[in-house]
Every structure is written in structure tokens, then in C-alpha cells.
């Protein structure tokens, strides 16, 4: 009885996976038989990006706009290199700023020290500070500076020293405007020297 029964259960498992297995071969065959779906056209290459075509020509042409922008800041902030004057030009403009001031003491110890310096520079005389005496020995055996000149020369400086160290006051001298005649002479001398061909123009 009991195999009997089995049998009978086992034939509808049977039965039952045979149907599913027809069902599903059906559905294969149908799905099988449906048209597929259309693929669309494959896309294009990608083109590379801008960064990627001209990045490293960018990067180059910024680089050199900075750089040039950097020079021309600097061009411009740049301090301009003095304007050297002649030596005459600086003699005559620092006499003359003393032309309106007082004659006393100090101006007169600045208009000789002005003119000394003019000497030495235009003169090419020793650097230095020489006293008065020694430096009117300078003058006196300098080939350049003619007699007249070098006498000229000693007797304002003496007649400055002597203002300027007297403890009584004496009467104006008009120290710049000599000292302003001295160059004038000076430059007269040295262009006659520069013309012969024995003194530089300074």
C-alpha cells in the first residue's frame, strides 16, 4: 500500500517538473523570437580639452607676462642714478645759494671750502684737508694753475683765514661774490690749458 501511494506522489513531481520545464521552453522560444532592441551607433573619441591641447603654451605665456610685468615694476621703481654736475656747475650754485646770507664766519668758511674743492677736483690736487699754507704750496707748483691765478687764489684764502679767526669783526670783503670771480677765472684758465692739450676737462 505505501509504495503504492509513493509511486503515485513521485508521478505527480514528475509531471509537475515536466510541465515547468515546457513552460519555460516556451518563454525561451518567445523571448528568442521577439526582435531585439536597435543598438544606437557606437559615440566618437572623446577630443581632448583645452588644458589638455594648450596647458603647458598657458602655463609658459603667464609665466613670462609675470616676468616682464616684474621688470618693468622694477624699471620703474628703480632709484635714477644722480646727475653729476660739472665742478664749476656745483661751485657756482653752492656760492650762489650764500650770496643773500649775512658774511659772517660761517659763510665765510663755506664759500673757501667751496672753492677749495672746485681747485682740487677741476686741478686734480692731492685728496685731502691741507692747511691754507700747504695748499697754496700745491697751487704754486702745479703746472696748470698759471702765476696770477695761484696768487688770486692764495690771497682770498689768507684774507678768509683771517676774517674767520679774528675775534674783532671786520668789514664784508664780499667773500662770494670773489669766490664766484675766482671760479669764473679758474675756468678761463683751464679751458686755455684743456685747448693746449695739457689739462682734462673734468
Known amino acids: 500500500m505505501k509504495m503504492g501511494r509513493r509511486s503515485k506522489g513521485e508521478g505527480r513531481m514528475t509531471m509537475s517538473r515536466s ?17 531585439l532592441p536597435k543598438l544606437q551607433p557606437p ?11 594648450h596647458g603647458t603654451t598657458v602655463m609658459v605665456s603667464v609665466s613670462v607676462a609675470i616676468l616682464l610685468l616684474a ?13 653729476v654736475l660739472p665742478p664749476e656747475v656745483q661751485a657756482r650754485t653752492a656760492l650762489e645759494a650764500l650770496l643773500q646770507m649775512p658774511e659772517d664766519g660761517k659763510v665765510i668758511s663755506r664759500a ?5 674743492r ?14 691754507t699754507t700747504e695748499f697754496c704750496q700745491l697751487m704754486a707748483g702745479h703746472s696748470d694753475i698759471d702765476e696770477e691765478l695761484a696768487k688770486a687764489l692764495a690771497d682770498f684764502l689768507h684774507q678768509s683765514d683771517e676774517r674767520k679767526f679774528k675775534s674783532v669783526s671786520l668789514p664784508a670783503f664780499g667773500v662770494v661774490s670773489r669766490a664766484l670771480r675766482l671760479v669764473e677765472q679758474a675756468e678761463v684758465r683751464r679751458k686755455q690749458r684743456s685747448a693746449e692739450g695739457g689739462l682734462a676737462v673734468v
Open 19 to 35: 510541465l515547468c520545464l515546457m513552460v519555460i521552453c516556451f518563454a525561451l522560444s518567445a523571448v528568442a523570437q521577439e526582435e
Open 43 to 53: 559615440l566618437g573619441e572623446i577630443p581632448p580639452t583645452f588644458w589638455e591641447q
Open 71 to 83: 621688470l618693468v615694476v622694477w624699471l620703474l621703481l628703480r632709484g635714477k642714478p644722480p646727475v
Open 112 to 116: 673757501s671750502q667751496i672753492l677749495r
Open 118 to 131: 672746485y681747485v682740487q677736483t677741476v686741478f686734480q690736487l692731492p685728496a685731502g684737508e691741507p692747511t
